[in-house]
């Protein structure tokens, strides 16, 4: 089970304009959709059996998402820690998870569809081609029998239904259950739960091997400040000012 420690979404986000990675010195927390992906993995869990590992890769103060992962229902906890880990990159992020989970062993990898800082969506495909397994993609629902994963994506108008042989990487929407929050219980308990760090050279790897992956950010240029609105007087011809409008900004056709 993939975990993210990000900023909080109800508070503003800045970049760093040093390094243009996003700035995780405010608040940060366990990503939302981990949440909601942790929660489904525990109830396959408890139906299916087996045990939910929690991984991550990152700073020191992720421990905090691994922490929260525990107090929720995981069993154990990984943590990737190194001073050489790569930055925003997800090629070379995907290359150091990977050799993870070959490492930790695994039946279902369990990854949120995309993440709310990063949000590029493909850290868990990059994930299945370097494992080798098959990815289930925007997965609303889901059940394990056997060795089958049976899951249905929303498609909008229509829905699919997906079936691959274990083990596979699944990615899910926010649909895919209400996030749990932890309880004083499960916060107690998490301290007694096993948590361990795992670096570079213990997965075999080296920042040599993972650096110039993905994508080299050039620069970065604050945000602009918001303009003045278009205010639009209703005189009767208010529908054709907003036609017009819009058609200028190239929003709807002339």
């Known amino acids: 089970m993939l975990v993210k420690h990000v900023p909080d979404t109800e508070l503003p986000r800045h970049l760093d304009t040093a390094t243009g990675a996003i700035d995780m010195s405010g608040d940060n927390v366990l990503d939302e959709i981990n949440s909601r992906a942790l929660t489904w993995a525990l109830d396959l869990r408890n139906a299916a059996g087996g045990e939910v590992i929690a991984l991550t890769m990152g700073p020191k103060a ?4 691994l922490r929260a992962a525990l107090a929720i229902g995981a069993n154990e906890a990984v943590h990737i820690i190194d001073d050489a880990q790569p930055g925003p990159d997800a090629i070379a992020s995907s290359a150091v998870l990977a ?3 070959k490492q930790i062993g695994f039946d279902l990898v369990v990854a ?5 800082d990063g949000s590029t969506g493909a850290v868990p495909a990059m994930l299945a081609e370097r494992l080798g397994v098959p990815h289930l993609t925007y997965v609303t629902a889901a059940s394990v029998a056997g060795q089958t994963i049976t899951a249905t994506r929303d498609g909008g108008d229509v829905s699919y239904e997906l079936t691959a042989d274990l083990p ?19 916060i107690m308990t998490a301290k007694r ?4 760090t795992l670096q570079l050279s213990d997965l075999g790897l080296d920042a040599s091997s993972l650096a110039g992956g993905g994508w080299t950010i050039t620069s970065v240029t604050p945000k602009p400040p918001r303009g003045k609105g278009h205010t639009i007087t209703d005189d009767g011809t208010a529908a054709q ?4 409008y819009l058609a200028n900004l190239q929003i709807i056709g002339k």
């Open 62 to 65: 992720a421990t905090e998402s």
């Open 99 to 101: 050799a993870a989970i």
């Open 112 to 116: 949120g569809d995309a993440s709310t």
């Open 168 to 186: 596979a990487v699944v990615s899910v929407t926010e649909k895919i259950a209400e996030p749990k929050v932890p309880g004083f219980k499960g």
């Open 193 to 196: 739960k096993p948590r361990r």
């Open 241 to 244: 000012q907003i036609t017009d």
